[in-house]
């Protein structure tokens, strides 16, 4: 059940320093956005405002409004451990738990989430490993260490295990970074995939990617070190790498600037 995004007047602190000045931005359901910019302009923050892993850092803390659908993200009575499960995040290390077999891995949240019934549990977990296009590569060897697999195929294990509890948004920090061109385009056609699910949000340093798996892509920027970082633009990716309307976004895609 994808769902939309709505940031507006939001802030984001690491104790007394600013990181990210007022962003408003909205995303749609069923799309992937990608967040592009300098290093240190703050994409990855703003990622982790959006389910609440920001303030798991001490001394962090958010100001403005994220709305999930209707549902303010950081209203009164709001549990971030839920929003964490309904915001599912990947990160740019794949991560498997390393003790764990790929079935376990899988299964991990699942079982946080009560599901005790061994039939439904191995349902789900063929069909998360299915949805992560790694189910043909594993399904001999399900009781072997996550650990075992290759970068790419741990980050797709990585995917399964987020989609296992059925998130309504996928969060993405450069999914990529650590993996080789074969892997990458894995993962980017997964993505594609995905999308008919899933709200998602990519943060990526690579261009060409966000251009081939964003229909959404936001610019960030710094105006210099120890200043906050700004949205400076969000258009529909083929605007935004063709003909953008600020001057800033047009010469760092160019590769004048960052
Ligand atoms: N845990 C932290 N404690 C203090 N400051 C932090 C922390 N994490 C990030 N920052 C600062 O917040 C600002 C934004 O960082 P962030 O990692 O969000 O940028 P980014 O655009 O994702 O960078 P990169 O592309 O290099 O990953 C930077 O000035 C960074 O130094």
Redesign the pocket.
């Given at each position: 059940m994808a769902k939309r995004i709505d940031v507006s007047g939001m802030s984001?602190y690491?104790?007394g320093?600013k990181?990210?000045d007022d962003i408003s931005l909205t995303v749609e359901p069923r799309t992937v956005t990608a967040?592009i910019?300098?290093?240190?302009?703050?994409?990855?923050?703003?990622?982790?405002t959006l389910n609440r892993m920001h303030e798991v850092?001490p001394?962090?803390r958010v100001e403005g409004k994220v709305l999930l659908d209707d549902v303010d993200l950081y209203g009164q009575g709001i549990d971030p451990v839920a929003v964490r499960r309904t915001v599912g995040m990947v990160f740019?290390r794949p991560n498997p738990f390393p003790t764990m077999s790929i079935y376990e891995n899988v299964a991990a949240g699942l079982r946080l989430n009560g599901l005790k019934h061994k039939g439904d549990m191995d349902d789900l977990v063929e069909h998360s490993l299915r949805g992560a296009n790694l189910w043909e590569e594993v399904k001999d060897r399900l009781r072997k260490p996550g650990a075992g697999l290759s970068g790419g195929q741990q980050q797709r294990l990585c995917i399964a295990r987020a989609i296992a509890v059925s998130p309504d948004v996928l969060l993405m920090?450069?999914p990529c970074s650590a993996l080789d061109p074969i892997s990458t385009l894995a993962i980017e056609d997964l993505i594609a995939q995905l999308k008919a699910e899933y709200t998602i949000v990519i943060?990526t340093?690579n261009m060409q990617q966000a251009a081939r798996v964003s229909d959404r892509t936001a610019f960030?920027n710094?105006a210099g070190?120890?200043q906050?970082?700004k949205l400076i633009e969000i258009d529909d990716t083929a605007r935004i790498f063709a003909n953008p309307s600020q001057r800033a976004t047009e010469d760092y895609i160019t590769g004048r600037f960052g």
């Amino acid at each position: 059940m994808a769902k939309r995004i709505d940031v507006s007047g939001m802030s984001a602190y690491y104790g007394g320093f600013k990181a990210i000045d007022d962003i408003s931005l909205t995303v749609e359901p069923r799309t992937v956005t990608a967040f592009i910019g300098p290093s240190g302009c703050g994409k990855s923050t703003v990622l982790r405002t959006l389910n609440r892993m920001h303030e798991v850092i001490p001394g962090a803390r958010v100001e403005g409004k994220v709305l999930l659908d209707d549902v303010d993200l950081y209203g009164q009575g709001i549990d971030p451990v839920a929003v964490r499960r309904t915001v599912g995040m990947v990160f740019q290390r794949p991560n498997p738990f390393p003790t764990m077999s790929i079935y376990e891995n899988v299964a991990a949240g699942l079982r946080l989430n009560g599901l005790k019934h061994k039939g439904d549990m191995d349902d789900l977990v063929e069909h998360s490993l299915r949805g992560a296009n790694l189910w043909e590569e594993v399904k001999d060897r399900l009781r072997k260490p996550g650990a075992g697999l290759s970068g790419g195929q741990q980050q797709r294990l990585c995917i399964a295990r987020a989609i296992a509890v059925s998130p309504d948004v996928l969060l993405m920090d450069e999914p990529c970074s650590a993996l080789d061109p074969i892997s990458t385009l894995a993962i980017e056609d997964l993505i594609a995939q995905l999308k008919a699910e899933y709200t998602i949000v990519i943060v990526t340093h690579n261009m060409q990617q966000a251009a081939r798996v964003s229909d959404r892509t936001a610019f960030f920027n710094i105006a210099g070190t120890g200043q906050p970082g700004k949205l400076i633009e969000i258009d529909d990716t083929a605007r935004i790498f063709a003909n953008p309307s600020q001057r800033a976004t047009e010469d760092y895609i160019t590769g004048r600037f960052g």
